[in-house]
């Protein structure tokens, strides 16, 4: 089951907490949008119903071209645009997560059902039909929402502005999940989203050891303490387990 927790300003992080993650080149993948999505020619911006007589008739959506299994990843989708309408929406989901509704169905997409995650400009975060208040809501031009997904952890964080704003999916993983991709979508005519920073990691077989320890301990320095585990391993642990 998927869980719910985190919420606005729980820590600032400034992206240099990214600097052990390398460049990725995915980008919007034109063969899996909205036929109300156009992409730019290097398939980095996505302009969403821009029929000038029929605008918006719905919801429009776009997946990015890489699915991810195992690692860490960090990418930014930056309004180029203020939001408007019932729901701009960044967010990752399966290869089954809708991308289009028409017939003037005006919903918050991702999240929709059981194969997407997402947080919408209005500041609610949405799976499998639910939603909660996450954040605040932000309609300002050139905001920068970041995605980082943790497949080790199976953790969904969002950030605003370089503002992390705690974690807001849990269970995004395991052996029987499917590969999860990056998605955006729109109600709103004219809406203009442009992919930014995009990074990725791997953990080591050291880390991934840590990872798993910690993830089955919950994080807390007093259970690590109670490990039969030599000083300096239980050390090592504790000083990751401040930064989770």
Known sequence: MVKHSGGEG???ESLHAFKEYHSDDWCW?????????????????????????Y?????????????????????????????????????VGTCEALLHTGNYQYVNLIGIDSHSWGISHKGTIWHDGKYRNYCEAFFDQETRIGV???LYSGTLTFYKNGVNLGVAFTGLSGEDMDDIYPLACSTSALTELELGIR?????????????????RIGNSKRKVDQLPLPPLLKDILKGIAVYK
Not at 30 to 52: E, G, I, R, W
Not at 199 to 212: D, I, P, V, W
Request: hydrophobic letters at 35%; one cysteine or more; aromatic letters at 10%.
């Open 10 to 12: 729980n820590s600032v």
């Open 55 to 91: 605008e918006s008739i719905g919801t429009a959506g776009v997946r990015g071209t890489k699915g991810f299994r195992e690692g860490e990843y960090y990418w930014e989708v930056i309004f180029t645009e203020p939001p408007l309408g019932t729901a701009v929406m960044v967010g």
């Open 199 to 215: 990074t990725s990691r791997k953990l080591s077989l050291q880390e991934k050891c840590y990872s798993a320890i910690l993830n």
């Open 148 to 150: 980082q997904l943790n």
């Open 29 to 53: 993948d034109p063969c899996n949008k909205s036929s109300d999505v156009v992409l730019s020619t290097n398939h980095l911006a996505a302009y969403f119903h821009t029929d000038p007589v």
